[in-house]
Nanobody, 121 residues
Framework: QVQLVESGGGLVQPGGSLRLSCAAS????????MGWYRQAPGKQRELVAT???????DYADSVKGRFTISRGNAKSAVYLQMNSLKPEDTAVYYC???????????????WGQGTQVTVST
């Protein structure tokens, strides 16, 4: 059974930085893309950033120039470096992956449990 395990959330002041990590555990055959989404209270879940197996990236307009998504050397981990954080970045951040898992090699979308990021004085 594949699981996505996130870490790195917390409380930070405006202008500060945080780094989120997500690792896929279990038997992963291949990964098409990994990404981060977020959901603020009372709002829909929205895309933050994605990165493909070929390292192509995509960002929400609201985080371009401030956030950077990257993959680990083992390709089963993804990171989100968040700089110049703003109060409006406050949300639960979810890791997401489109991957093929062993033993049946079925392609599915997986989600992490979420990690809280709070930007406040």
């Amino acid at each position: 059974q594949v699981q996505l395990v996130e870490s790195g959330g917390g409380l930070v002041q405006p202008g500060g930085s945080l780094r989120l990590s997500c690792a896929a555990s279990g038997s992963v055959f291949s990964i098409y893309y990994m990404g981060w989404y977020r959901q603020a209270p009372g709002k829909q879940r929205e895309l933050v950033a994605t990165i493909t197996n070929g390292n192509s990236t995509d960002y929400a307009d609201s985080v371009k120039g401030r956030f950077t998504i990257s993959r680990g050397n083992a390709k089963s981990a993804v990171y989100l470096q968040m700089n110049s954080l703003k109060p409006e970045d406050t949300a639960v951040y979810y890791c997401n992956a489109d991957l093929v898992a062993e033993p049946y090699r079925r392609r599915s979308i997986y989600w992490g449990q979420g990690t809280q990021v709070t930007v406040s004085t």
